[in-house]
């Protein structure tokens, strides 16, 4: 193993290979902080030049573009809540709130060590344990595959919101607006009202921009500035930056345990790190020595889902290596990479092509390593961003939203989509309704549906196949756990403040 890690060093560490990596670093940076592009977005737009390049180093860039849009979407996350990418939505829970409280620059810096660590402790996990996990993601049937995503969906339903019912309701309502499109057994259009454009379904990038980006706007005229007394001199320098860098060390716990998640969620096809974020953000506040400051700017709640949204990563590349199977929809595209040079992925990867799969790892902890500093001294500027008067920063998010919800398909239809969401976003803040749950339920639609409809084709019509697996079993208990789980947080809170004013 030794010798095959040192071979895969060798092939990366070559001039050309790093030209590669440092312009795939910079592009996803840049790809990354934009809200409406994201690395899907440009993967695919390298798809067309690849060809021309050695088939080692393209896969090297693609890979250095993905690591680096992770980490950078939860840049305007934290600063405007816009996600930059799908699966930083997460990310707006802490960080905004901790923008909204005058720490951008230690939002940043925590964001950027938890992304960071997430990074590097999911290329050392597919380093060690690729060859292994591979083949047993494939043990996730439909039956398995239906009940994780429900878990995802209750885990953040319950853990996200002030209310359970409230949360499985948005959770619910984002189930609904996930089937509409073309069904997938009968072919028949649902909820379309005759729009072609919404017959693969809603869009996610408009869906994301009216829901976190317009829909922020209305508020965000009503203010001065997004921060409590920033003022543009508090750009974070060093100190600053290194004060929230130091701060996501402190839960050590939740960034190892969400590094774990977000590695195996990515490494289960058709998952992703969107889900493994919010699965990680529910499960950190569920173990939470402090579980009643989530949603108001905690730092813990930000090393949950940056860790674990960059850890799934180099878990999602292990199921497209090993097995020819996507982890999710950006991998899709380092298949065609690999297939347009000659190259199939699949069980015999590793044993003929080991040295490159070495290095693609490698490359992940790199570039992670890059995209942070990087990041860091980015932010120093793009923290400044806070100090705006409301009226230049809300057209200059106005046009990125148009921008971006215009570009990802290039239909006028998708600006009416994402005007529709930020209508509903007004509507589902003001009565108290979680948008991750919502969102959640959007994502894991098209997750859930074809695979209930699967697991009851294999068994027959037989309910119980969800109930008689091991793993679906231990999901259900997984289920009820978190269902659970607001009770005994509420508990656990009422206990130390009945301590605390005894003493």
């Known amino acids: 193993m030794l010798n095959n890690l ?11 290979t790093m030209l590669f990596v440092i312009i795939g670093a910079v592009v996803g940076l840049l790809a990354g902080a934009i809200p409406g592009l994201n690395d899907t977005n440009i993967l695919t737009l390298f798809l067309s030049f690849i060809l021309f390049i050695d088939p080692f180093p393209a896969v090297i860039l693609m890979t250095a573009v993905f690591i680096s849009c992770q980490t950078a979407g939860s840049i305007p996350a934290i600063l405007v809540n816009i996600p930059g990418t799908p699966s930083t939505a997460a990310s707006t829970l802490e960080g905004y709130a901790l923008t909204k409280q005058g720490k951008a620059g230690q939002a940043l810096g925590c964001s950027f060590a938890s992304s960071l660590m997430g990074t590097v402790l999911g290329g050392i996990m597919a380093l060690v344990l690729a060859p292994i996990i591979g083949k047993y993601a494939l043990s996730f049937g439909p039956p398995e595959m239906f009940m994780l995503a429900i878990f995802g969906m209750t885990a953040v339903a319950s853990l996200t919101g002030n209310s359970v019912s409230k949360g499985l309701l948005a959770a619910v309502l984002g189930l609904l607006v996930g089937t509409i499109g073309l069904d997938y057994f009968i072919g028949v259009t649902r909820s379309t009202f005759g729009v072609a454009e919404l017959y693969s379904g809603i869009p996610q990038i408009p869906l994301l921009l009216g829901l976190f980006g317009v829909g922020e706007l209305y508020s965000l005229i009503k203010k001065k500035s997004i921060g409590t007394g920033v003022q543009a001199t508090d750009a974070p320098d060093v100190k600053s930056q290194m004060e929230g860098f130091k701060a996501a060390f402190r839960y050590k716990k939740s960034m190892l345990l969400s590094a774990v998640i977000g590695f195996v969620v990515g490494v289960i096809p058709g998952t992703g790190a969107t889900i493994a974020s919010f699965t990680s953000y529910g499960t950190a506040r569920s173990i939470s020595k402090e579980p009643e400051k989530f949603g108001k700017g905690h730092y813990e709640g930000l090393v949950a889902t940056d860790t674990s949204n960059n850890a799934s990563v180099p878990g999602s590349i292990v199921p497209a290596l090993t097995l020819g199977i996507p982890g999710s929809g950006t991998t899709v595209l380092f298949i065609s990479a690999f297939l347009m040079h000659g190259m199939q992925p699949g069980p015999s990867f590793f044993s003929e092509h080991i040295t490159e799969a070495n290095s693609i790892f490698l490359t992940v902890i790199f570039v992670g390593i890059i995209a942070t500093f990087v990041g ?3 932010a120093k500027h793009m923290v400044k961003v806070v100090s705006l008067p409301t009226h230049i920063l809300a057209m200059l998010i106005a046009m990125f939203c148009l921008m971006g919800a215009y570009i990802c398909r290039n239909k006028v239809n998708d600006l ?34 074809p695979n209930f409809f699967r697991a009851l084709a294999i068994s027959d019509n037989n309910f119980s196949i969800f109930f008689t697996r091991p793993i679906c079993i231990v999901l259900w208990i997984m289920c009820l756990a978190a269902l659970a789980m607001p009770k005994i947080i509420a508990l656990k809170a009422k206990k130390k403040k009945e301590a605390e004013s005894a003493v």
């Not at 040192?6 to 050309?16: D, I």
């Open 376 to 378: 860091m001294v980015m």
């Open 6 to 16: 040192l071979a895969g060093f060798t092939q990366l560490f070559t001039l050309k």
């Open 416 to 449: 009416f989509i994402m005007l529709a969401f930020s209508i509903l976003s007004i509507f589902l803040k003001k009565f108290d309704y979680p948008l991750p749950a919502f969102l959640l339920g959007v994502i894991l639609g098209p997750i859930i549906e």
